[in-house]
């Protein structure tokens, strides 16, 4: 999966990014390096689904899939 990312030099320093097709898919980091690593983990985050909360039946199933 590729996904548009909007990076934007925070003013008090740093970075902060937005996906835009993720509505409120944001993160910040101090450094460039840092702001990749926390986009990940809120892109990762934000598509995540809490399975505690779905009805899972015996014959279904649950499949992790990389796009």
Known sequence: MKLKVAIHEAEEGGYWAEVPALS???????????LLSNLYEAVEG???????????SQTDKVMEIAV
């Open 46 to 56: 934000w598509l995540s689904v809490d399975l505690d909360s779905l009805s899972i």
């Open 24 to 34: 409120g898919c944001v993160t910040q980091g101090d450094s460039f390096e840092e």
